[in-house]
């Protein structure tokens, strides 16, 4: 069974810091997704990555995977208070592409 | 250009009765996928349709739902005779292909 784990599951931060978000996942997969969910709302999908070494940034936020360690990071760079959310990253189920896993999410409070 | 719409936005039943939740994907989508969030958790599979046709269940409890797809109109979601710990999120994602599922907002259903 497919286990997707992010860390930290809370996160609190002061405006102008960066730090990153990790997801490490157990099996083979095809394809990694980092959603963002704010309170009440529906997931905002952020970044798609497709295979090892992948990097994608949008803004403040830049994404990368490692599929020989199963692992990607979400980095945050200098938050701003606009970034407070729940990211969640979400796996493939090797062999379905479909069916994605999801980790608990990490709930980010960024500070003024 | 429409996303993945989903009715109501907020349900409220009592045990026992019927809950009947609407999908309607992104034009042009032909992929449905619902999933459930239970609070402070990350969502959870539970069924993947095309028109007329379920794809994969895996994740649907044994009793009580059932999901369609039907070949006009929207997808349904229908959970039987309601208890307490139906009391989640259901979201409702669709897909061009098996590519990025765009997720709609949410049907927050309540048991009371």
């Known amino acids: 069974e497919l286990k997707v784990e992010q860390n930290p599951l809370f996160l609190s931060m002061q405006e102008g810091k960066n730090y990153t978000i990790y997801c490490n996942y157990s099996?083979?997969?095809?394809?990694l997704y980092w959603y963002r969910q704010d309170p009440g709302k529906s997931l905002e999908s952020l970044f798609v990555?497709?295979?090892?070494?992948a990097v994608k940034q949008e803004g403040r936020l830049m994404a990368s995977l490692d599929t020989k360690a199963r692992l990607s990071t979400l980095h945050i760079t200098a938050a701003v208070h606009d970034l407070s959310a729940t990211y969640f990253c979400?796996?493939?189920?090797?062999?379905?592409?479909?069916?994605?896993?999801f980790g608990k999410g990490t709930l980010l409070t960024v500070n003024p | 250009n429409a996303g993945v719409m989903q009715n109501p936005r907020h349900l409220v039943r009592r045990r026992g009765q019927e809950a009947r939740l609407r999908c309607s994907p992104m034009?042009?989508?032909?992929?449905v996928y619902w999933y459930r969030q239970l609070p402070e958790e990350g969502l959870k599979f539970m069924v993947y349709?095309?028109?007329?046709?379920?794809?994969?269940e895996s994740g649907m409890p044994k009793e009580r739902f059932s999901a369609e797809f039907p070949k006009e109109g929207p997808s349904i979601l229908r959970i039987q005779q309601v208890v307490r710990g139906d009391s989640a999120a259901y979201f409702c994602?669709?897909?061009?292909?098996?590519?990025?599922?765009?997720f709609g907002p949410g049907t927050r259903l309540t048991v009371l």
């Open positions: 994602a669709s897909s061009l292909d098996e590519g990025t599922q765009y």
């Open positions: 099996t083979t997969s095809d394809r």
């Open positions: 990555l497709l295979s090892n070494g």
């Open positions: 979400a796996v493939d189920s090797g062999g379905s592409n479909y069916k994605l896993t």
């Open positions: 034009k042009g989508h032909s992929h």
């Open positions: 349709l095309q028109k007329e046709n379920i794809i994969d």
